[in-house]
């Protein structure tokens, strides 16, 4: 059994300090995509492509992440951990590519522990303009760092390019989908190398992208999503998945990996995401570690109960 420790305490400390002025330099901040699935929490999200021209064969299935096991069955022995996450949003205003130019939000609170640092700017196959800053800025407070990216689905000069390269059958429109979010992976494993960010876990960030839309066929876009974990896990690092259980429906349908969970609260409270952590809002079958809710332009983050002794299996300490 499971048993949540000092929880009244550290929702004092994080009204507190989120009320305040971080006083944190000018360079990186919080990340936009979490906050629209923040926002669209309860509800599925709209789809606006057409359909493609054909049906797509179920997609590739992704064996169950062994870091699920790790969140079984352990008691908590402090309260929840607070933290944060920053992406291309908190690049110095004016960056990144025009549909997700980048506004200079501001840095997490002075009492966040870790940061989850994400690795685009938008969709996949765009990287996070100040990703090596953002790096720096974590190491040189000494906090602890994770990382998150983005799936969205490919173009389709995307999909001629990579649809062939990757551990599956590209000459089926399913596996040429699954190829090509593998290599979405990739190009993002890339990313963290030149920036130097080494974390145990990548997070898989399942919404809407907005200009950036879904298919409207829960089949292809798992197959997206599938080939993404894939490639994470081929190049040795584990992952989650970030999302609400109705925005990942409304894009990939009953996909399950079984993976940890990072659960989204939207604008709301430090309670609220907390209560998300609940068995009541599971998003594919995987164990809460992080609930997240958006305040004062921050996106805050907590450990869920179980996970708040060690922090090892889900961050890396520079």
């Not at 969140?71 to 590519?97: F, K, R, T």
């Not at 990579?162 to 890339?190: E, I, K, M």
Request: aromatic letters at 8%; glycine letters at 10%.
């Amino acid at each position: 059994m499971r048993r949540a420790a000092g929880a009244a305490a550290l929702l004092l400390l994080v009204a507190a300090c989120s009320s305040g002025d971080p006083g944190a330099p000018p360079a990186p901040s919080s990340s936009g995509e979490s906050t629209a699935a923040a926002a669209a929490a309860t509800e599925p999200g709209a789809v606006t492509t057409p359909e493609p021209t054909e049906a797509a064969p179920p997609p590739p299935s992704v064996t169950r992440d062994p870091l699920a096991d790790l969140v079984e069955d352990i008691e908590v022995d402090e309260g929840p951990v607070l933290g944060a996450d920053i992406s291309w949003p908190q690049c110095p205003p004016g960056m990144g590519i025009p549909e997700k130019r980048s506004s200079g939000q501001p840095l997490p609170v002075e009492a966040a522990r870790y940061v989850v640092v994400g690795l685009t700017n938008g969709p996949g196959f765009y990287p996070n303009p100040c990703l090596a800053s953002q790096v720096d800025y974590v190491r040189q407070r000494g906090l602890m760092i994770s990382a998150y990216a983005v799936a969205s689905y490919p173009e389709a000069d995307l999909v001629a390019q990579h649809g062939q390269d990757g551990p599956y059958d590209g000459s089926t429109a399913v596996g040429a989908l699954a190829n090509t979010g593998y290599q979405q992976a990739l190009f993002n494993v890339r990313s963290m190398e030149t920036a130097g960010l080494e974390t145990p876990v990548v997070w898989i960030d399942v919404e809407p992208v907005p200009s950036f839309a879904w298919s409207s066929d829960l089949s292809a876009n798992a197959a997206v999503v599938a080939g993404v974990a894939r490639g994470y896990q081929d190049e040795g690092y584990r992952i989650g998945v970030y999302s609400t259980p109705a925005l990942w429906r409304g894009v990939v349908g009953d996909l399950e990996l079984g993976v940890p969970e990072w659960r989204a609260a939207g604008q709301t409270s430090a309670e609220e995401a907390l209560s998300r952590c609940g068995d009541d809002w599971v998003i594919q079958g995987g164990d809460a570690v992080l609930g997240q809710w958006v305040e004062a332009d921050r996106d805050m983050n907590l450990t869920c109960p179980g996970i708040s002794a060690d922090l090892a299996p889900w961050f890396h300490q520079y």
